[in-house]
């Protein structure tokens, strides 16, 4: 599975954002997905999941409620709607996809910028 992430940009804070994650491959189906950021020298951070089976979600505490993660297996594409954004959303931001919803992210995109201005 190859993951490529599009979307990012510059916004002001208070603005919307959505990044696209778009899978090539076969079986994207069966693959659990998840978003993480990585802000300028900080480490990789956990964003939001959803299930490969039943589509459920996850999220972290810092975007719950102003972030909804979505998918469209039709088009093998997994969304991150980023609502009411602020200055520390600004990261890198990375999907990622595991098999069956295993232990470990398998596969990743190569990273969008989002920079929210104050």
């Known amino acids: 599975v190859q993951l490529q992430a599009s979307g990012g940009g510059l916004v002001q804070a208070g603005g919307s954002l959505r990044l696209s994650c778009a899978a090539s491959?076969?079986?994207?189906?069966?693959?659990?997905m998840g978003w993480f950021r990585q802000a300028a020298g900080k480490e990789r951070e956990f964003v939001a999941a959803?299930?490969?089976?039943?589509?459920?979600?996850s999220y972290a505490d810092s975007v719950k409620g102003r972030f909804t993660i979505s998918r469209d297996n039709a088009k093998n594409t997994v969304y991150l709607q980023m609502n009411s954004l602020k200055p520390e959303d600004t990261a890198v931001y990375y999907c990622?996809?595991?098999?069956?919803?295993?232990?470990?992210?398998?596969?990743w995109g190569q990273g969008t910028q989002v920079t929210v201005s104050s």
């Open positions: 990622g996809a595991r098999y069956r919803d295993g232990h470990e992210y398998n596969y």
């Open positions: 491959g076969r079986g994207f189906s069966s693959y659990g």
């Open positions: 959803i299930r490969w089976s039943g589509g459920s979600t």
